[in-house]
């Protein structure tokens, strides 16, 4: 999944591709598997070396919920704009010198060679379309402390109070009056 960028001869292209998510390995990647099609698009800009990429990427992830473990599907609709400069050009910031980040030094990126790796920035925009706590619904109940019952799918006979052991000698004071 390279973009070469040998091929690119005017100013503006327009690139367009569906990868199938083997492309993706098939395997769950840090916490979400890629389970439908990627759709990716975008508008390539060349000034000399810099490249700069407007688009987006579609597709569905497979996610674990945060409370239940179950597997659900998010959609993802990313929208990206970035500039791609090459990797001899990345100075980077030198230990001694401070400085600001600033919007540009968030939106640019490094290539080596002559490819940019789509499938790298597929996988950079899936990464920030994933939600904090990703819940298969709202409502979701989670599992049961106890035993382990997706409370979604039904409910346990566990007891699932608790009395903390430092409130002991409060709780027997208070019985006692």
């Not at 407007?54 to 959609?75: D, K, M, Y």
């Not at 704009?81 to 990797?87: I, T, V």
């Not at 899936?126 to 904090?132: E, R, T």
């Not at 979604?152 to 109070?161: I, P, T, Y």
């Amino acid at each position: 999944m390279l973009l070469n960028l040998r091929r690119i001869r005017s100013a503006h292209e327009r690139f367009d591709s569906v990868y199938q998510p083997a492309d993706f390995g098939g395997q769950v990647e840090e916490g979400f598997q890629v389970i439908a099609p990627a759709t990716l698009g975008f508008d390539v800009y060349k000034d000399k070396e810099h490249f700069r990429l407007v688009g987006g990427v579609q597709t569905t992830l497979e996610l674990p919920c945060s409370r239940c473990l179950e597997p659900f599907a998010w959609p993802v609709d990313a929208a990206f704009d970035l500039r791609y400069q090459p990797q001899s050009t990345n100075t980077g910031p030198v230990d001694s010198d401070e400085r600001e980040i600033e919007e540009d030094d968030l939106t640019t990126a490094f290539y080596e060679g002559d490819a940019i790796d789509l499938g790298q920035l597929m996988r950079e925009q899936f990464y920030l379309a994933l939600p904090m706590k990703p819940l298969c619904t709202a409502a979701c109940r989670g599992l049961c402390p106890i035993c382990g019952t997706n409370l979604n799918k039904g409910d346990c006979d566990c007891d699932r109070r608790w009395d903390d052991p430092r409130f002991a000698a409060l709780k027997k004071l208070n019985a006692e009056s």
